[in-house]
């Protein structure tokens, strides 16, 4: 059992490292060599954990977006009604990977799944786990009587991933705003879900932006 432990908590320690590689210097910078240097290891040596570099790159993203969900998970509270858990959920999804490396080394691996199955799967479940996210809500809203929905909600939860992950990466090349993506993301909700503009985005405004992210 103890070896199995310290196997474990050195496939973390690799992970750690590829994530870090990555965020620092970019997928292609996340070689098998750089990765290795980082963890304090021998490139042979951690393959003894993985087998290849393509496993400890696919780890790593898993694990960045398995992160991402926990930050969106801890930013709502059940007990909020429907407006306020959008507003939270709008929020994070805009800002969650910023204060740390999260989201970059997302959008790093992002283009991979053109030809990377596994990275397409590990992406796909991601943006699933999201619309899943915003289609409760949107449901709960509905429910309640504070949204009428203008499409079907499952389309809205897409619309509103969709439109979330392609404003993140403009806050991450550094040609937006988090205020600026925050409002946008807030006034696309607001319109598709018959709400008050303003009262979301008051909302939205009243969580603020991570300094990393402004």
């Known amino acids: 059992m103890a ?9 973390r320690e690799i992970v750690a490292a590829a994530q870090a590689v990555a ?5 292609e910078g996340a070689t098998l060599r750089a990765i290795a240097a980082e963890a304090g290891m021998a490139a ?3 393959l003894y954990y ?19 969900l926990e930050k969106l998970a801890e930013a709502v509270d059940q007990s909020m009604p429907p407006t306020a858990r959008l507003a939270a959920v709008i929020s994070a999804g805009t800002t969650a990977g910023l204060d740390d490396d999260v989201s970059r080394i997302l959008y790093e691996y992002w283009p991979h799944m053109l030809r990377d199955p596994e990275q397409r799967r590990i992406q796909d479940e991601l943006t699933r786990a999201q619309e899943g996210v915003y289609r409760e809500i949107i ?7 504070e949204f009428a929905p203008l499409l079907d909600p499952a389309k ?10 392609g404003l993140v990466m403009d806050v991450l090349a550094g040609s937006a705003g988090s205020e600026y993506v ?3 993301m807030g006034s696309l909700a607001a319109a598709l879900l018959g709400l008050e503009a303003e009262t979301l985005l008051d909302l939205i405004a009243a969580r603020g932006v991570p300094a990393a992210a402004t």
């Open 23 to 27: 965020a620092r210097d970019g997928a």
């Open 50 to 68: 993985f087998g290849s570099h393509a496993d400890i790159i696919a780890a790593a993203v898993q694990a960045s977006s398995g992160r991402f």
């Open 156 to 165: 809205i939860a897409r619309t509103l991933v969709a439109q979330e992950d």
């Open 44 to 46: 042979n040596a951690v």
């Open 182 to 184: 925050l409002d946008l």
């Open 139 to 145: 449901d709960a809203g509905t429910r309640s009587g």
């Open 3 to 11: 070896k199995a432990d310290k196997k474990e908590i050195r496939r």
